[in-house]
């Protein structure tokens, strides 16, 4: 197997000191296992994308000696696949339009809560429209075992998942005609070769919805990997949306000693003098943390 990973920003945002931790640790993955590393820009939420970060990451990620092995591969420029891969879903009778509002769906949570139910979509449109027009696409998930989805992740162990009662029939395209995370990444990461995904923890609740929508296109399952997240004093998730700064021009040596810090590498070279030294340092302390945890 040829080793492919990746990093995928989504451009709402210069680099902050959380997707760093992303990105150096799917760089060092990759270069630790002699493979491949590629940069996907997720730029498919129109709404959220900020024109110009998307070259601000490029370059920042430049800037910290991470260098993609191919030009960067951009979501807006493949609408045409992912419409090939739903209309391949389509033909399956594995997808179904859906007319809910948010506020329909949110009313019928509320008392599936109140009657201490799960939180999954409630599949009301599953059977038909019931007269409404169809405002976006979902993929039927199994009911019953077959809902359940269980991987390997290579940091945190086994994860399992009921699709059926902790997510319920998932979105494909959105009601605003944009597509969804889930189809993007499942096609980008099937055309890409991607063979290892290696992303923020933020992520794994994604994951086996992923895993599921391979399995419905016929198309294999990657290894995961996710690293634990950044958070602030607050104990969030180090974000845009919660003030995560931009990372600075200066000292990226000392950033990404604190990254490397972070995901618990042991450097070898306290000081690495430049970012050379501390690229060889980090791939070789991450090569060594894999061996140990047989990973
Ligand atoms: N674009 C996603 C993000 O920035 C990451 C997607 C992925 O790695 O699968 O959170």
Request: overall charge negative; some cysteine.
């Amino acid at each position: 197997m040829t080793y492919r990973g990746r990093f995928a920003p989504s451009p709402t945002g210069p680099l902050h000191f959380g997707s760093l931790v992303s990105a150096l640790a799917s760089w060092l993955d990759a270069r630790a296992h002699g493979g491949a590393w590629l940069v996907r820009i997720e730029d498919i939420d129109g709404p959220r994308t900020v024109p110009g970060a998307a070259e601000d990451i490029l370059s920042t990620l430049e800037r910290f000696g991470m260098r993609a092995d191919e030009p960067p591969v951009w979501q807006s420029h493949r609408i045409a696949r992912y419409q090939e891969a739903l209309e391949q879903l389509q033909a399956a009778g594995l997808v179904y339009p859906c007319g809910c509002t948010r506020k329909e769906i949110a009313d019928s949570l509320l008392h599936a809560h109140a009657r201490n139910t799960t939180l999954a979509y409630p599949g009301t449109c599953r059977s038909g429209l019931h007269g409404k027009p169809a405002r976006a696409w979902r993929l039927r998930v199994p009911d019953g075992d077959t809902a359940v989805i269980t991987f390997e992740d290579r940091w945190q162990g086994t994860q399992t998942q009921n699709l059926a009662t902790e997510v319920g029939d998932f979105v494909l395209k959105r009601a605003d005609d944009q597509w969804a995370y889930q189809l993007a990444v499942v096609v980008d990461d099937t055309d890409a070769g991607m063979t290892h995904i290696v992303r923020g923890a933020d992520l794994m609740d994604s994951t086996a919805r992923q895993i599921y929508l391979q399995h419905c296109l016929g198309v294999p399952t990657p290894s995961y990997l996710h690293v634990p997240v950044v958070t602030n004093d607050q104990g969030e998730k180090l974000s845009k949306q919660n003030g995560a700064t931009a990372l600075g021009n200066e000292r990226p040596l000392d950033t990404l000693i604190a990254a490397a810090k972070h995901l618990g590498l042991e450097l070898d070279c306290a000081e690495p003098s430049s970012l050379e030294n501390f690229h060889a340092a980090a791939t070789a302390a991450w090569a060594h943390r894999m061996s140990r945890k047989d990973m």
